[in-house]
């Protein structure tokens, strides 16, 4: 069955006007390639490079219910606040986070890591200390690698132990793409430790 288009825009912003969404995304145009971006009322839950919008619904699905409509107007001051980030306007994220998919461990990084400042850089190591977790480095890894919500949390200012880039689940190219838009000093690039 086809809807016309007036048809629906009509069901999303009724869905939407009556909060009848748990989370509503839209795809959103980056210098980066096309960003999953995805809101609840509590803030943006997601943001996604290279995603399959099917798999992506189904993941806000188990995190945060199962009303998940694409919905454009719902994801506007996500869109607003990367476009002026991507376009050199704005150093610091406004905007408010949903993280109650994440365990505490995670959520403890990930403040952490909201507090590391517009183009410098931290550690992984770094970051387990300041989480209470000193030796956790590896840990820290895998939370950046998980971060539902790169570039608003900027895990790309995390780095190794030596100031070398390492892993970034969107690539080491869009990694450092990040942190030259940013002005952050940079090491060569083709160390794996932590």
């Known amino acids: 069955m086809t809807v016309s288009p007036d048809l629906d825009r009509r069901f999303r912003a009724a869905a939407e006007a009556a909060e009848l969404i748990d989370a509503a995304y839209d795809l959103v145009d980056s210098p980066l390639g096309p960003l999953f971006v995805a809101a609840t009322t509590r803030g943006v839950c997601r943001i996604a490079y290279d995603a399959e919008p099917e798999q992506e619904e189904e993941r ?23 476009a002026d ?11 408010a986070v949903d993280l109650r998919a994440g365990g505490e461990f995670g959520r403890a990084v990930l403040a952490e890591l909201a507090r590391v400042p517009f183009g410098e850089t931290t550690t992984y190591g770094t970051l ?3 989480a209470g977790r000193p030796r956790a480095a590896r ?16 895990c790309h200012r995390v780095v190794g132990s030596t100031g070398k880039l390492v892993g970034y689940a969107g690539g080491l190219a ?21």
Not at 85 to 95: H, S
Request: hydrophobic letters at 40%.
């Open 60 to 82: 806000l699905a188990r995190g945060f219910g199962l009303r998940v409509l694409r919905a454009p107007r719902a994801v506007d001051s996500v869109r607003r606040e990367l």
């Open 85 to 95: 980030y991507f376009e050199g306007r704005r150093r610091r994220f406004d905007l």
């Open 128 to 130: 387990a200390a300041r």
């Open 139 to 154: 840990a820290v890894g895998t939370v950046m690698n998980r971060n539902p919500i790169p570039i608003v949390l900027p």
């Open 174 to 194: 869009r990694k450092e793409l990040l942190l030259e838009l940013e002005g952050a000093r940079l090491a060569t690039h083709s160390s794996t430790s932590r």
